[in-house]
């Protein structure tokens, strides 16, 4: 079982900048994949970027590619997500989720299996 935990949102100006991150515990936490999503009001769950368990490799939807940056402290069990140059587009809830296997296999939701409760992230214009 995996327990994870974002935090970091909240609300800022286009062109800002924001990092959340996301505190996991529990069994062999630093052997998942983690992902961060983001869900805007009826819209679909959708990755935004993922890394693999060791870090090594990186995945970035074409929207945030060049914006955003995630990244993984396993001495600190957390994973970041950097935010740069925001847009209103941005605007959403951000989840972050663990997962097994190679990235390839973990770019929808249904691959993963932990999830946290997710945190607001809201870019003004």
């Known amino acids: 079982q995996v327990q994870l935990v974002e935090s970091g949102g909240g609300l800022v100006q286009a062109g800002g900048s924001l990092r959340v991150s996301c505190a996991a515990s529990?069994?062999?936490?630093?052997?998942?994949?983690m992902g961060w999503f983001r869900q805007a009001p009826g819209k679909e769950r959708d990755l935004v970027a993922a890394?693999?368990?060791?870090?090594?490799?990186?995945y970035y939807a074409d929207p945030v590619k060049g914006r955003f940056t995630i990244s993984r402290d396993n001495a600190k069990n957390t994973v970041y997500l950097q935010m740069n140059s925001l847009k209103p587009e941005d605007t959403a809830v951000y989840y972050c989720?663990?997962?097994?296997?190679?990235?390839?296999?973990?770019?929808?939701?249904?691959?993963?299996?932990?999830w946290g409760q997710g945190t607001q992230v809201t870019v003004s214009s």
């Open positions: 989720a663990a997962g097994r296997g190679p990235l390839s296999r973990l770019l929808g939701s249904y691959d993963y299996d932990y």
């Open positions: 529990g069994r062999a936490v630093s052997s998942y994949a």
């Open positions: 890394i693999s368990w060791g870090g090594q490799n990186t």
